[in-house]
């Protein structure tokens, strides 16, 4: 948000800008360009030529590659026409930037934006980042005062595809997206300016939620059938499935094998156009990373957030207030409150309550979001201490999607107009969602309870097979 950047991290986005300015208008041609590129930042924020390796690593990482200390301008320009993804890490150590911490880093807020996850810092100069353990969930970047933590920005990639004419290109949008970019900018507006930059279409990723909330309301019906069992979601989040995955592999065996709604977008959009590139715009850093899990990629060829979106519109110069809208009402209410905790509770038990009205087990939610209080949860499952829920819905930023590190407004706002935009919909619930019965259809299932049989389509909704 805004408000939340850190000093750094607001220069950052002007480094990202410029970058896109200069590229989209065809100013970057040669290593030169990029050289000059250094000697503007240098001048509008008066660093030092001793901190020229710095600012080349940035511009290096919001390209979408990685960090080459001390190493002048050579091939990225060329590396950035030829690549078709972005490569892991997506967190990335800018080196010797710490040193302006000085050495008391157990002080600092990014080592205590770790606190509860992987013990990603050691006593050295400065963070070691234990890739395996790291949950990209974003926190130490946003909260790094000096720029020495940064993810890489996968918009150069994305600039070829959208002057490619040959290639269609969609943006799969999350459901926290609403209120992002302006108080009364629509759906509608996001999608004309989406398509003014050169997107094929823009669609809902909340269309996919409802497709998978109605999977896991059969699975729930299926497997809590007695008052022990319990059921893990939410599977839109992979902070919370890396932390279950990685740390608590008994509760693992209870989580739901569904993908991601953004994966499950990515998956269906290029079943029905196989020469299709998709691109994920939502609030989140560990989306980068999720897109990139070998058992899940090449459903998103890459990410954007909202923050980067907002400055690509800027660098563009695109007012989305004054553009037409093109409005398609894709989703259900169900779907769109995936953006804010208890969303997914929500929907998943108004699909129950529908397949199963005479259940005797009803869903019982227990919603925990941020990485402490999920930690806290998923310690108690793993003692076999009664959390009186038979159904566990995690999420790992405060609030939900809406509290994610790449937002663009307050997570009060966000959810408040998360839960306008739903009741705005005219489809309440997944089953009267018709998108998702045509979606099936053109793919051809003919009835929403083929989701859950033996079938091509139906194995796309999970993980591993």
Same mark, same amino acid.
């Given at each position: 948000?805004?408000?939340?950047?850190?000093?750094?991290?607001?220069?950052?986005?002007?480094?990202?800008?410029?970058?896109?300015?200069?590229?989209?208008?065809?100013?970057?041609?040669?290593?030169?360009?990029?050289?000059?590129?250094?000697?503007?930042?240098?001048?509008?924020?008066?660093?030092?030529?001793?901190?020229?390796?710095?600012?080349?690593? +940035?511009?290096?990482?919001?390209?979408?590659?990685?960090?080459?200390?001390? =190493?002048?301008?050579?091939?990225?320009?060329?590396?950035?026409?030829?690549?078709? +993804?972005?490569?892991?890490?997506?967190?990335?150590?800018?080196?010797?930037?710490?040193?302006?911490?000085?050495? *008391?880093?157990? $002080?600092?807020?990014?080592?205590?934006?770790?606190?509860?996850?992987?013990?990603?810092?050691?006593?050295?100069?400065?963070?070691?980042?234990?890739?395996?353990?790291?949950?990209?969930?974003?926190?130490?970047?946003?909260?790094?005062?000096?720029?020495?933590?940064?993810?890489?920005?996968?918009?150069?990639?994305?600039?070829?595809?959208?002057?490619?004419?040959?290639?269609?290109?969609?943006?799969?949008?999350?459901?926290?997206?609403?209120?992002?970019?302006?108080? +009364?900018?629509?759906?509608?507006?996001? =999608?004309?300016?989406?398509?003014?930059?050169?997107?094929?279409?823009?669609?809902?990723?909340?269309? !996919?939620?409802?497709?998978?909330?109605?999977?896991?309301?059969?699975? !729930?019906?299926?497997?809590? @059938?007695?008052?022990?069992? !319990?059921?893990? @979601?939410?599977?839109?989040?992979?902070?919370?499935?890396?932390?279950? *995955?990685?740390?608590?592999? *008994?509760?693992?065996? +209870?989580?739901?094998?569904?993908?991601?709604?953004?994966?499950?977008?990515?998956?269906?959009?290029?079943?029905?156009?196989?020469?299709?590139?998709?691109?994920?715009?939502?609030?989140?850093?560990?989306?980068?990373? *999720?897109?990139?899990?070998?058992?899940?990629?090449?459903?998103?060829?890459?990410?954007?957030?909202?923050?980067?979106?907002?400055?690509?519109?800027?660098?563009?110069?695109?007012?989305?207030?004054?553009?037409?809208?093109?409005?398609?009402?894709?989703?259900?209410?169900?779907? =769109?409150?995936?953006?804010? @905790?208890?969303?997914?509770?929500?929907?998943?038990?108004?699909?129950? $309550? =529908?397949?199963?009205?005479?259940?005797?087990? &009803?869903?019982?939610?227990?919603?925990?979001?941020?990485?402490?209080?999920?930690?806290?949860?998923?310690?108690?499952?793993?003692?076999?201490?009664?959390?009186?829920?038979?159904?566990?819905?995690?999420?790992?930023?405060?609030?939900?999607?809406?509290?994610?590190?790449?937002?663009?407004?307050?997570?009060?706002?966000?959810?408040?107009?998360?839960?306008?935009?739903?009741?705005?919909?005219?489809?309440?619930?997944?089953?009267?969602?018709?998108?998702?019965? &045509?979606?099936?259809?053109?793919?051809?299932?003919? $009835?929403?309870?083929?989701?859950?049989?033996?079938?091509?389509?139906?194995?796309?909704?999970?993980?591993?097979?």
């Amino acid at each position: 948000m805004e408000e939340q950047f850190t000093e750094f991290q607001s220069k950052r986005m002007e480094i990202f800008r410029e970058i896109v300015k200069r590229e989209w208008n065809n100013k970057l041609l040669k290593s030169e360009d990029l050289d000059q590129l250094v000697e503007y930042i240098k001048d509008k924020y008066g660093y030092s030529d001793e901190e020229d390796s710095f600012i080349k690593d +940035h511009i290096r990482v919001v390209m979408g590659l990685d960090p080459s200390r001390d =190493r002048p301008f050579s091939d990225e320009l060329e590396k950035i026409k030829e690549i078709s +993804h972005v490569d892991k890490p997506i967190v990335t150590k800018i080196e010797g930037r710490c040193e302006s911490c000085g050495k *008391e880093i157990e $002080n600092r807020e990014c080592y205590e934006a770790c606190k509860y996850e992987a013990q990603m810092y050691k006593r050295r100069e400065g963070p070691l980042i234990v890739n395996d353990k790291c949950l990209n969930c974003g926190t130490c970047v946003s909260s790094c005062s000096f720029g020495a933590i940064a993810d890489k920005i996968e918009f150069m990639p994305i600039i070829n595809y959208l002057k490619d004419e040959k290639t269609p290109i969609y943006a799969a949008v999350a459901p926290s997206i609403v209120g992002q970019f302006g108080d +009364h900018i629509s759906l509608g507006q996001i =999608r004309t300016a989406l398509k003014y930059m050169g997107f094929k279409d823009m669609v809902e990723v909340a269309l !996919f939620a409802d497709m998978l909330t109605i999977k896991e309301a059969f699975e !729930f019906d299926e497997l809590v @059938t007695s008052e022990k069992d !319990f059921f893990l @979601t939410s599977c839109c989040c992979p902070v919370w499935i890396r932390l279950v *995955e990685s740390k608590y592999p *008994e509760v693992f065996e +209870h989580l739901s094998p569904s993908v991601s709604p953004m994966v499950l977008s990515g998956r269906m959009l290029k079943k029905l156009y196989p020469e299709a590139k998709v691109v994920f715009i939502g609030p989140c850093i560990a989306k980068k990373s *999720e897109a990139k899990e070998p058992e899940l990629k090449e459903a998103i060829d890459f990410v954007l957030t909202y923050s980067e979106l907002d400055e690509i519109f800027k660098a563009l110069e695109i007012d989305i207030k004054d553009l037409p809208a093109d409005e398609k009402d894709q989703a259900s209410f169900a779907g =769109r409150i995936y953006g804010r @905790t208890g969303g997914v509770s929500f929907s998943v038990k108004t699909v129950v $309550n =529908r397949i199963a009205p005479k259940r005797l087990i &009803k869903l019982k939610a227990k919603k925990v979001d941020g990485v402490k209080d999920c930690k806290d949860i998923l310690d108690k499952l793993n003692s076999k201490e009664d959390i009186d829920a038979n159904f566990v819905e995690g999420m790992g930023c405060d609030g939900g999607c809406v509290g994610g590190p790449r937002t663009n407004i307050d997570k009060e706002k966000a959810t408040m107009i998360i839960n306008e935009s739903a009741e705005d919909s005219l489809i309440m619930t997944p089953f009267d969602n018709m998108n998702v019965l &045509k979606t099936l259809q053109e793919l051809g299932l003919e $009835n929403i309870e083929d989701l859950m049989g033996d079938n091509e389509i139906a194995d796309l909704l999970i993980r591993e097979k």
